[in-house]
């Protein structure tokens, strides 16, 4: 048995953790899309996206798909499954922080706490405003990730199962520190992988920042390029939208792209720089 740091260096492996959310997620999408973008959606954006389901799902159903994430090992998996799938979809590496993308789309989306890789409110409003930069006026960001209830338990451990064809997988997340004041919480997690010829364990620790309702809408105001539409939780019902409270802990918020002419001239002048460097390089 092997032992790896990094279950993001085994894509293959760790797609399997979300892969029977695919269909739910995108399902969520379609009409989403429909309800609240107030643009034809037809090119897409995913920011981290890891090995691919949602890439490959998306294209599968006939979106133009843009994704990027910051390790080579998913890039070329992401690439394979589409080459394998006969889709087509620009896959690159980039900065969750900190992204140009190579022609503007009419939606994103990043779910399930990729979002929360970005440790410092720095880190998450830089994002959000390369996210507005790369989605079209009228466009929807559909951002997922987990809030943290005032009254939620510090220690947690998770265990979960998988498999694909002759591959199984277990999975176990624990969380190892809370630092509420820090606003950090450290995770481990181990994939247990079994397959014919062999068997791995990998294990990955690493930070996650934490939210609560209030903190998250303080973070949107200060970047007003995005309004709030609605929210909603992981059971992805459409026409069952919920209230943003201390509550609410698995969360998946609709985001609008403002027209230019709401945007601060601070707004709109990042904007330009943004197209002058990618006309230069």
Known sequence: MAERESWYDYPQYFDLSFADETRAEA?????????????????????????????????????????????PHSIAYVSKRLARGKHQADIYSADLANFHTPRPVDAAFCTFNTFRHL??????????????????PGGIYILGFHLLPLDAAEECIERWRASRGRTNVVFTLRVTDTNRRQRIERLRVTMLVRTPRKELRLATEFPLRMYTASQFRQLLRKCPAWELCDVFDFWYQ????????????????????????????LMRADSRQSRSFRRKH
């Open 27 to 71: 399902d969520f999408f379609e009409p989403a899309f429909a309800r609240y973008a107030q643009r034809p959606v037809k090119r897409l954006l995913e920011p981290g996206c890891g090995g691919g389901r949602l890439v490959v799902e998306m294209a599968r159903r006939g979106y133009r798909m843009s994704a990027f994430d910051n390790n």
């Open 119 to 136: 440790t410092s409110e720095a880190a998450a409003l830089s994002h959000l405003q390369s996210m507005a930069r790369a989605v079209r």
């Open 238 to 265: 459409i026409d069952e939208p919920l209230v943003l409270d201390d509550e609410l802990s698995d969360s998946v918020f609709i985001l609008r792209r403002r027209a230019d002419e709401n945007l601060p001239l």
